[in-house]
């Protein structure tokens, strides 16, 4: 405590904490009224908070807190820097996100912050050759040039060029292989001729080198790089090197959207409708959306860009908001987008997950000297080890849910909770040996794979294969060798890779997502196949896609291959109007989570109990689903129950989950739960 500073303004701090609120201090012993009036938002103090040292963000010198009572307040400590690392601008939109997702503000601005800056370390950039922003590839020593474009692409980089200096939004809708990163590249140089940063936010980490290297051969230029697998002081490295200007290109996954930018000219988000540009746990902010609000603050161009642009996104180019660009050539020197074949596999006897024609088609590609693509979206030998004498079968003591086999090494592995233990080799329930592995998996259709291609090289590609580091950027150098081979994998493969040799893409397993619990299933499954599809006939060699399913009649299936993407758009549109369902409406999503089996829906009940007062009193036009249990109700150990909160309007949806969390910080129910608030949720299980 401090009396001697009773009429001194005061400091209102963003702190890393989970209360939803701010923090007021007095200013540090001794600061003179010069140092305080040059106190701008944005900078970093260090201060007290309960017994530790944090590092807070200011948010404000107030001179009149008619509610704070400055004898009871605590000194500040020191001030970390004497300008803001976040210009008033990007501080405004972090502040924004930090209220439209729920998120209490001292946690989000902290997590925004490189981890060194948030331990107090001085923003200065140093280090060795190693520690330069990204352990991006220097280089190479020639450079490509540019190919000629479609009509298409010419129109597009015209439209884009022509809003260089103000904020409008793009869709740029392109088929794969249609040329997309033609026109980025083609569009940065513009910023780059005109002496202005582009951002270019990619969804995953391995997309990252595979952007860099082509941007490196046409625009040798500094690059910043900044995701979650660089160290510390490379990550600090990049975000100063695109704050001070230094950087002509900033390029990362979705956390870089805040990545301050001296003089920004254009933000691209490639593959827009991915789900990665979502966080899924703390602060779960679309990066996808704040691009967009982001280059209004700025006054600049943004381009979403996909070959299957997500259902919000299409909804906005169809009322205006966005200007929907659209690629339906690809360039002359490349052949047309691969045909697909459904390949209906009910009642065929199938040779551990492959139909005999599948296979006779695969060897046909191979001894044309071609690629071969097999896509299993689901990792490990096989998804359940069953009994065959009493029908038991291997479960997560954690989770609800089965544990999956591997082989290599040997063990059963929860994907929920990445709990393992050896495989059982008697039934734990009648003591028979008769354990047979039930189901398809990544390692189990490479194997046989190896079986009926022996003389083949089999490269899988799965998170478990890649987990070394680098891993993945090896298998994808070799791949690149162009020689014969199968690549057998996940939708890591579905991504945006460009290989020019693949000419088959086999999809073993297309029907789940046909009969998903999630609302956008149909829409992800749509989605996964084009993009997955696209892997075929990129180059001079013409390419085709199987698909092996079950429900060959389906009408998404057959609309799908028949007429096309947009087709399935309309109709998935259609759907959701009537159903009230985005982006006719917006949903948050409330979970809770208890280590007891009935406190997470306690704990919703009550929620919802808050909630009803709150429409009624305010007349909202909210409705409220459950509170039920989590499609997957036990998860590492905890029982989990989700609340529904669905409104037309967003703003009517803030007004009530303002009041609401501030509520359920409060209850005596929230100190023996988790709960955490989903604002325009992605992922519904």
Same mark, same amino acid.
Request: hydrophobic share 35%; proline share 7%; net charge neutral.
């Given at each position: 405590?401090?009396?001697?500073?009773?009429?001194? +303004?005061?400091?209102?701090?963003?702190?890393?904490?989970?209360?939803?609120?701010?923090?007021?201090?007095?200013?540090?012993?001794?600061?003179?009224?010069?140092?305080?009036?040059?106190?701008?938002?944005?900078?970093? @103090?260090?201060?007290?908070? &309960?017994?530790?040292?944090?590092?807070?963000?200011?948010?404000?010198?107030?001179?009149?807190?008619?509610?704070? %009572?400055?004898?009871?307040?605590?000194?500040?400590?020191?001030?970390?820097?004497?300008?803001?690392?976040?210009?008033?601008?990007?501080?405004?939109?972090?502040?924004?996100?930090?209220?439209?997702?729920?998120?209490? @503000?001292?946690?989000?601005?902290?997590?925004?912050?490189?981890?060194?800056?948030?331990?107090?370390?001085?923003?200065?950039?140093?280090?060795?050759?190693?520690?330069?922003?990204?352990?991006?590839?220097?280089?190479?020593? /020639?450079?490509?040039?540019?190919?000629?474009?479609?009509?298409?692409?010419?129109?597009?980089?015209?439209?884009?060029?022509?809003?260089?200096?103000?904020?409008? =939004?793009?869709?740029?809708?392109?088929?794969?292989?249609?040329?997309?990163?033609?026109?980025?590249?083609?569009?940065?140089?513009?910023?780059?001729?005109?002496?202005?940063?582009?951002?270019?936010?990619?969804? %995953?980490?391995?997309?990252?080198?595979?952007?860099?290297?082509?941007?490196?051969?046409?625009?040798?230029?500094?690059?910043?790089?900044?995701?979650?697998?660089? =160290?510390?002081?490379? *990550?600090?490295?990049?975000?100063?090197?695109?704050?001070?200007?230094?950087?002509?290109?900033?390029?990362?996954?979705?956390?870089?959207?805040?990545?301050?930018?001296?003089?920004?000219?254009?933000?691209? @988000?490639?593959?827009?409708?991915?789900?990665?540009?979502?966080?899924?746990?703390?602060?779960?902010?679309?990066?996808?959306? #704040?691009?967009?609000?982001?280059?209004?603050?700025?006054?600049?161009?943004?381009?979403?860009?996909?070959?299957?642009?997500?259902?919000?996104?299409?909804?906005?180019?169809?009322?205006?908001?966005?200007?929907?660009?659209?690629?339906?050539?690809?360039?002359?020197?490349?052949?047309?987008?691969?045909?697909?074949?459904?390949?209906?596999?009910?009642?065929?006897?199938?040779?551990?997950?492959?139909?005999?024609?599948?296979?006779?088609?695969?060897?046909?590609?191979?001894?044309?000297?071609?690629?071969?693509?097999?896509?299993?979206?689901?990792?490990?030998?096989? +998804?359940?080890?069953?009994?065959?004498?009493? &029908?038991?079968?291997?479960?997560?003591?954690?989770?609800?849910?089965?544990?999956?086999?591997?082989? =290599?090494?040997?063990?059963?592995?929860?994907?929920?909770?990445?709990?393992?233990?050896?495989?059982?080799?008697?039934?734990? !329930?009648?003591?028979?040996?008769?354990?047979?592995?039930? &189901?398809?998996?990544? %390692?189990?259709?490479?194997?046989?794979?190896?079986?009926?291609?022996?003389?083949?090289?089999?490269?899988?590609?799965?998170?478990?294969?890649?987990?070394?580091?680098?891993?993945?950027?090896?298998?994808?150098?070799?791949?690149?060798?162009?020689?014969?081979?199968?690549?057998?994998?996940?939708?890591?493969?579905?991504?945006?890779?460009?290989? +020019?040799?693949?000419?088959?893409?086999?999809?073993?397993?297309?029907?789940?997502?046909?009969?998903?619990? !999630?609302? *956008?299933?149909? /829409?992800?499954?749509?989605?996964?196949?084009?993009?997955?599809?696209?892997?075929?006939? *990129?180059?001079?060699?013409? &390419?085709?896609?199987?698909?092996?399913?079950?429900?060959?009649?389906?009408?998404? #299936?057959?609309?799908?291959?028949?007429?096309?993407?947009?087709?399935? =758009?309309?109709?998935?549109?259609? !759907?959701? *109007?009537?159903?009230?369902?985005?982006?006719?409406?917006?949903?948050?999503?409330?979970?809770?989570?208890?280590?007891?089996?009935?406190?997470?829906?306690?704990?919703?009940?009550?929620?919802?109990?808050?909630?009803?007062?709150?429409?009624?009193?305010?007349?909202?036009?909210?409705?409220?689903?459950?509170?039920?249990?989590?499609?997957?109700?036990?998860?590492?150990?905890?029982?989990?129950?989700?609340?529904?909160?669905?409104?037309?309007?967003?703003?009517?949806?803030?007004?009530?989950?303002?009041?609401?969390?501030?509520?359920?910080?409060?209850?005596?129910?929230?100190?023996?739960?988790?709960?955490?608030?989903?604002?325009?949720?992605?992922?519904?299980?």
């Amino acid at each position: 405590m401090a009396d001697a500073h009773t009429d001194s +303004p005061l400091l209102r701090m963003a702190v890393p904490s989970p209360l939803r609120r701010s923090f007021h201090y007095l200013p540090p012993a001794g600061t003179t009224p010069e140092e305080l009036s040059c106190y701008q938002p944005g900078i970093r @103090v260090r201060v007290p908070f &309960g017994r530790r040292e944090v590092t807070g963000i200011l948010l404000a010198v107030e001179h009149n807190a008619p509610d704070v %009572e400055p004898s009871r307040l605590r000194e500040a400590l020191t001030v970390l820097d004497e300008e803001p690392l976040l210009p008033a601008h990007l501080l405004k939109l972090c502040l924004w996100a930090a209220d439209y997702y729920q998120h209490p @503000v001292g946690e989000a601005l902290h997590s925004l912050l490189p981890v060194a800056l948030r331990q107090g370390r001085t923003a200065d950039y140093r280090g060795h050759h190693s520690d330069r922003a990204g352990s991006d590839p220097e280089p190479p020593g /020639e450079t490509d040039t540019a190919p000629p474009l479609t009509d298409e692409q010419s129109d597009a980089i015209r439209a884009v060029t022509e809003a260089e200096d103000r904020f409008d =939004t793009f869709l740029l809708d392109g088929i794969t292989g249609s040329g997309k990163t033609e026109v980025y590249l083609q569009l940065i140089n513009r910023m780059l001729e005109s002496g202005r940063q582009s951002m270019v936010l990619v969804p %995953e980490i391995s997309l990252t080198p595979q952007t860099i290297r082509r941007f490196q051969r046409r625009l040798p230029c500094r690059m910043a790089v900044l995701h979650s697998g660089l =160290t510390d002081r490379q *990550r600090l490295n990049a975000w100063l090197l695109a704050a001070r200007g230094e950087a002509d290109i900033v390029i990362g996954t979705r956390s870089a959207v805040f990545t301050p930018m001296k003089s920004p000219g254009l933000i691209i @988000v490639d593959e827009e409708h991915d789900g990665s540009f979502k966080q899924q746990d703390g602060f779960r902010y679309s990066a996808r959306d #704040l691009a967009v609000l982001r280059a209004r603050e700025e006054g600049v161009p943004v381009l979403l860009g996909s070959a299957t642009p997500a259902l919000e996104t299409l909804r906005n180019a169809q009322l205006g908001r966005y200007r929907h660009l659209r690629l339906r050539q690809r360039p002359a020197a490349t052949t047309a987008s691969a045909p697909f074949r459904l390949l209906d596999t009910t009642g065929k006897a199938l040779q551990d997950g492959f139909a005999p024609e599948l296979l006779q088609m695969i060897r046909e590609h191979l001894q044309r000297g071609n690629q071969v693509l097999v896509f299993i979206n689901r990792r490990g030998f096989a +998804p359940v080890l069953q009994c065959s004498d009493c &029908g038991w079968v291997a479960e997560c003591s954690h989770c609800d849910a089965n544990l999956t086999l591997h082989r =290599t090494p040997p063990h059963l592995r929860c994907h929920h909770c990445d709990r393992r233990r050896p495989p059982d080799r008697h039934c734990p !329930d009648c003591q028979s040996g008769s354990l047979n592995a039930v &189901g398809l998996g990544t %390692e189990r259709s490479e194997a046989v794979l190896r079986a009926c291609f022996p003389d083949t090289r089999i490269l899988r590609v799965d998170r478990d294969s890649t987990r070394r580091k680098n891993a993945m950027q090896d298998l994808l150098e070799e791949i690149r060798q162009d020689q014969p081979c199968i690549l057998v994998g996940t939708q890591m493969l579905a991504k945006g890779h460009h290989f +020019p040799a693949v000419t088959l893409v086999a999809v073993l397993d297309a029907d789940s997502g046909l009969f998903s619990a !999630d609302f *956008r299933g149909q /829409e992800h499954l749509a989605q996964l196949l084009l993009q997955v599809a696209g892997r075929a006939g *990129r180059a001079e060699r013409p &390419g085709e896609v199987v698909v092996q399913t079950r429900h060959a009649g389906h009408e998404i #299936l057959t609309t799908l291959i028949q007429d096309g993407y947009t087709a399935v =758009t309309d109709r998935l549109l259609e !759907d959701r *109007r009537d159903a009230g369902m985005p982006p006719f409406s917006r949903l948050a999503l409330l979970r809770a989570e208890a280590s007891e089996p009935d406190a997470a829906l306690n704990h919703l009940t009550e929620a919802r109990e808050m909630a009803r007062q709150l429409i009624a009193e305010r007349r909202l036009p909210v409705t409220l689903n459950g509170p039920l249990p989590a499609p997957m109700e036990r998860r590492q150990g905890r029982y989990r129950a989700q609340l529904l909160l669905r409104s037309p309007d967003r703003g009517h949806l803030q007004r009530l989950l303002t009041p609401l969390c501030r509520h359920l910080e409060t209850t005596t129910q929230s100190r023996r739960v988790r709960w955490s608030v989903d604002v325009d949720p992605q992922d519904m299980l």
